[in-house]
């Protein structure tokens, strides 16, 4: 039996660009799936067909049971959307915006105004419930946003890069409100260029890259897949390079990996603190100073390094911030897919 | 929870017309909602046809020749009917604006995603538009009565047929606001929005008999302001209103102002709605 959200062979083109290439899913009920990947992936594509915002131009998409192209205004009762693309009105108040959003789920009015007061005191905006959404900080922003995608309490909530742009305590806190929410029940499908997002809240990890699943499974198989721990030294000096990458071969079970200009090695181990006093022993022997060293465990952005051949975090800094200092762009992810 | 989901109406998916108007109501409250907390947007709305009124009225006024004579109060009297309709359709550029804004902010995606009614949102837009047209009008009537405007100057006209008037003006900004919702959906952003929306109606506004007896242009030109849709309201306005300048053109729209102004702000809306809605279901990608 499909999930709560079931994708299968999504794809969508944009001129001559296939911004999806064949996108398959599969969200059992009640879980928390992470699509992960760089701007311009298809992330935002994937959910604007799974919302019904965007026609895909084939392929099949089942959300709560029902076929979201064939019955798209039945799919548009049981999901909330959230994120980067689907706003708030900024002249409107929250209880405003929430009363307006409640009404048009087609609530009656009395009931979407109770409903808005139950939501503002829920995400802790009572106090701001009177005040236009424009004087509202980032934060309370997002968390308004995310009160509009639940006034119906939806069974399937998708979620667009819900904290990108936020400091590190506001998306603290939307976390625990996520983690609140999923715990209730809620299927959810949220996307993000953050890999320690992914890692934190999704139950399943599927990776995307130019329109494509390329990888799925939990944070930790997806990490393990990149061969479990490493060592890495940094050097003082640029002629120890040399000795120290001796060194790390005798303890190392693969190859040593060296960026010159860094001065970095890194080679994959087992054996975890044990061996890396050992080797630290080892280069004090032979004299050489180094700057630092420490076992790394894998990151998922070393996952996604792995399997894509580039970096996650690149993107992330050139377009995550700008994103935010230009406000929300709807077509954004859409238009970064069409160049 | 569950006594939430309850809750919700069980409409026929789509809508039915009664989801539709209450929808289009609860968008347009958010809209008229939105020109109270701008009110800068409303206060320049009425410094543009204020300005026009008294520019043309006495810069104008006095070198103007409407039928044989260059009397200003004539040319006056002349001019009312042509600012009005030229008012009305300004609001183009707002309704084109708002909706331009309300895809780059992400709203239109939000409204997409929920159970409503699929014009709703472009109705609720224009449907505001229109309640700000007809306060434009209201102090555009007023501050042209001060400078000296004289309704049944020329015919006699009395309340019924002036009301007349101004619902054909208001039927004509409201077809207007159609076209401005089309251009709205389709450039990608709010400047380019308001631009857009004002830039052909120069030409539309000034090919016609709004502003100068179109009787004496050249045939060619002659012609298409007789045809021109504007000129029907504004003629049909100049009868209702008893104000002097009436074209005695043969050409059908001018021989029945009214009934042409009618049918031509119809038509816009039903084109332009289509093609609006249209527009707006497969909008934003």
């Known amino acids: 039996m499909p999930g709560a959200i079931y994708a299968e062979g ?305 993107d992330d800094q050139e377009n995550g911030t700008d994103e935010d200092a230009k406000g929300r762009k709807g077509k954004k992810d859409d238009k970064e897919a069409a160049k | 929870m569950s006594a939430v989901t309850d809750a919700v109406r069980t409409a026929a998916p789509g809508g039915s017309f009664g989801q539709s108007v209450r929808d289009s109501l609860v968008v347009a409250k958010r809209n008229l909602i939105r020109m109270t907390r701008i009110p800068e947007m409303i206060l320049f709305g009425l410094i543009q046809p204020v300005m026009f009124v008294v520019l043309f009225t006495y810069v104008f006024g006095g070198s103007m020749q409407i039928g044989d004579t260059t009397n200003p109060d004539v040319y006056k009297n002349f001019l009312m009917a042509g600012i009005f309709a030229q008012t009305v359709t300004f609001a183009t550029a707002g309704a084109g604006a708002g909706i331009a804004d309300d895809m780059h902010k992400g709203l239109i995606d939000r409204f997409r995603s929920l159970p409503m009614a699929r014009g709703a949102v472009l109705t609720g837009r224009t449907v505001a538009d229109l309640v700000q047209t007809a306060l434009t009008l209201l102090v555009l009537a007023m501050v042209a009565l001060l400078v000296g405007w004289r309704p049944g100057s020329m015919e006699p006209t009395n309340f019924g047929k002036i009301m007349g008037g101004f619902g054909l003006l208001l039927l004509l900004g409201y077809a207007f606001t159609w076209i401005g919702a089309l251009i709205g959906l389709s450039v990608r952003t709010p400047e380019a929005a308001t631009s857009g929306g004002l830039i052909w109606l120069f030409p539309v506004t000034f090919l016609s008999n709004a502003f100068v007896d179109s009787s004496k242009m050249t045939p060619w030109l002659r012609h298409i302001a007789d045809w021109n849709p504007f000129s029907a309201t504004v003629q049909a306005c100049r009868k209702l209103f008893g104000d002097p300048g009436l074209s005695t053109s043969g050409a059908w729209p001018m021989q029945h102002p009214v009934w042409a102004s009618l049918i031509y702000s119809i038509l816009i809306v039903v084109i332009f709605r289509t093609l609006a809605v249209r527009k707006y279901r497969s909008a934003a990608a």
């Open chain 1, 10 to 314: 999504l794809v969508k083109t944009f001129g001559d660009v296939r911004a999806l290439d064949g996108v398959d899913l599969d969200v059992p009920e009640g879980t928390v799936l992470g699509l992960l990947g760089p701007n311009g992936a298809g992330k935002t594509t994937t959910v604007r067909c799974l919302t019904t915002l965007l026609r895909p131009d084939s392929g099949k998409a089942v959300v709560a049971g029902i076929d979201v192209l064939k019955q798209p205004n039945e799919v548009r009762r049981s999901i909330g959307l959230s994120g980067q693309f689907a706003a708030v009105d900024e002249y409107l108040t929250g209880r405003e915006n929430l009363h307006m959003v409640g009404q048009l789920y087609q609530m009656r009015s009395k009931q979407a105004k109770v409903r808005a007061v139950e939501l503002l005191e829920q995400f802790h905006l009572t106090d701001a419930a009177d005040r236009p959404a424009k004087t509202y900080s980032g934060g309370m922003r997002r968390r308004l946003d995310l009160a509009a995608a639940l006034v119906v309490s939806p069974p399937v909530m998708f979620m667009d890069e819900p904290t990108t742009g936020l400091d590190p305590r506001n998306r603290q806190q939307l976390w625990e409100v996520i983690k609140d929410l999923v715990s209730g029940g809620t299927t959810l499908l949220l996307t993000t260029q953050y890999l320690e997002e992914a890692d934190h809240l999704a139950h399943e990890i599927a990776v995307v890259d130019q329109g494509r699943v390329i990888a799925r499974g939990t944070a930790d198989q997806l990490k393990a897949r990149t061969g479990g721990e490493r060592v890495e030294v940094v050097v003082h000096e640029r002629e120890h390079i040399e000795t120290a990458s001796e060194v790390l071969r005798g303890f190392g079970k693969g190859d040593t990996t060296v960026e010159q200009h860094t001065r970095k090695l890194t080679v994959p181990v087992t054996g975890g603190a044990k061996l890396l006093a050992e080797v630290i022993r080892e280069l004090d022997t032979r004299g050489i100073e180094i700057d630092d060293i420490g076992l790394r465990r894998p990151t998922l952005d070393d996952v996604f390094l792995s399997l894509t051949g580039h970096h996650a975090e690149a």
